[in-house]
């Protein structure tokens, strides 16, 4: 067996103790009384309904119009859209065609304060109209509307003309928008184009020349007090990109009611499985070190590798994310993945053990150990992989089974799906493939050469 370079071992544990610190913790730092996110955290994970409560309302068409069912669909589909580009699946979206309703139901966002029902769905009902108009009037020339625009994207790039980076928002325009575009850049190069949603002026760009490649940026032009561009912040540039993304809703919608929905678990019982999986988590500890010894606090390792990456998924861990929605079932799912997570490492310290009971040399028992496990484990895990995949194509956003199972169920399977899916790809990220780079790497260090340290006979 080739053997790793010694100090490999120590790269992938400090990278695995950041990873898992950054992924429960964050890093945020202050400006006065503004806390920056810069890596999210557990606490910006946005808990679903049966964790933490959430809102309903009930929205109907305004100024009286009367709502034809393919109108109210398209409603519908919208609101899907919108709550699905920000994580939100465990949702539930009614619409009542006769009396022309829409009854939703949300979790609270990850950083609510003020928990006011009124304030949350205020965005979800917005048309968000955007328009390119001649100029930085409102009352300029309309050259595009949303509908021009392929997709939006956020992203975080070097200012023009500086060394700072600012948060922009990306457009991909389709075919008709792309000459709408080069006919607009052409007719007023030297001049300002105004990008709007809605009624407000976003961006005024000058046209330095004719675009004609079919993409475009927006930044954000307003300025603070001091007269200071201040740029989008990462969460307006995502919630930009995503009502842009989501379209325009046919007409107005004005909210007939609405109220907050109570918890069914409640966050003290969240506080609870929190202490309880740190228990857990140490009892993992000690039976894999006791009973396997240096291939044990190996897995273990790997085990918050695994764990880490298993959080980062649902926190939203880059600022430019939105957070995924966790349910209780979300919760299980992560639990069952981080079981299948032991067991490869079980498997794998069982089969080298068997090794050094024959008598072989170290580096040879631990190449023939990993390696005749290696299949025992794929099996296993990919079993679990076509299982998560099919929970989320079938219960993900599309809702196939929604009429046979109810929207909430819906959403309560796929947060299973995805975090069993996603705890799997980590195991065999983590589990399989840092756990044995690090054995192969400590297995160099000349005091931990004893076979007995690896489940091996004792010496007569």
């Not at 603070?224 to 993304?245: C, H, V």
Request: charged letters at 15%; glycine letters at 10%; aromatic letters at 10%.
């Amino acid at each position: 067996m080739k053997r790793v370079s010694k100090p490999v071992f120590f790269i992938v544990f400090i990278l695995i103790l950041f990873l898992t610190y950054t992924s429960v913790f964050g890093i945020y730092s202050e400006n006065g009384d503004i806390i920056n996110t810069h890596i999210k955290g557990i606490q910006d994970i946005r808990w679903g309904i049966d964790i933490k409560g959430g809102v309903e309302a009930v929205f109907a068409p305004a100024d009286g119009i009367d709502a034809t069912e393919e109108q109210m669909q398209s409603v519908k589909a919208i609101l899907d859209l919108r709550l699905v580009n920000q994580n939100v699946t465990d949702y539930e979206l009614y619409p009542d065609y006769t009396n022309d309703r829409i009854t939703v139901r949300f979790p609270w966002k990850s950083d609510e304060k003020n928990y006011d029902p009124g304030d949350a769905i205020k965005e979800l009902a917005s048309t968000a109209q955007m328009t390119f108009r001649g100029g930085s009037d409102e009352s300029g020339e309309e050259l595009l509307t949303g509908k021009d625009v392929k997709s939006a994207s956020a992203s975080y790039v070097a200012a023009q003309g500086t060394s700072s980076a600012q948060y922009v928002v990306n457009l991909e325009f389709n075919e008709e928008g792309t000459q709408k575009f080069a006919d607009a850049t052409e007719k007023y190069k030297g001049q300002q184009i105004g990008i709007w949603m809605d009624d407000t002026l976003i961006s005024a760009p000058t046209v330095n020349d004719v675009i004609s490649s079919g993409s475009a940026t927006i930044t954000n032009s307003s300025t603070d007090a001091n007269g200071n561009q201040t740029g989008f912040s990462a969460e307006e540039a995502t919630d930009l990109a995503n009502k842009i993304n989501a379209g325009a809703l046919p007409f107005n919608l004005s909210i007939e009611s609405y109220g907050t929905i109570s918890p069914s678990l409640g966050t003290y019982a969240l506080q609870a499985m929190g202490i309880a999986s740190v228990v857990a988590l140490c009892f993992i500890f000690l039976f894999m070190c006791i009973m396997y010894r240096v291939p044990g606090f190996v897995a273990f390792i790997a085990l918050l590798g695994q764990l880490s990456i298993s959080i980062m998924a649902v926190s939203g861990y880059f600022t430019v994310f939105p957070s995924f929605t966790m349910t209780i079932p979300g919760i299980a799912g992560m639990i069952l993945s981080i079981g299948m997570g032991v067991d490869a490492n079980i498997i794998t310290a069982e089969r080298i053990k068997d090794e050094l009971w024959t008598g072989k040399t170290l580096d040879g028992c631990i190449n023939n150990g990993t390696k005749s496990s290696l299949s025992a484990i794929i099996d296993g895990n990919i079993t679990i992989i076509i299982v998560a995949v099919i929970l989320i194509l079938v219960f993900g956003p599309a809702n196939i089974f929604s009429a046979l199972f109810g929207v909430s169920t819906t959403g309560l399977i796929y947060a299973f799906g995805y975090t069993l899916l996603v705890g799997v790809i980590a195991n065999f990220i983590m589990g399989v493939g840092a756990s044995r780079l690090m054995l192969r790497s400590v297995s160099g260090l000349k005091f931990l050469r004893n076979k007995r340290l690896y489940g091996g006979k004792k010496k007569s």
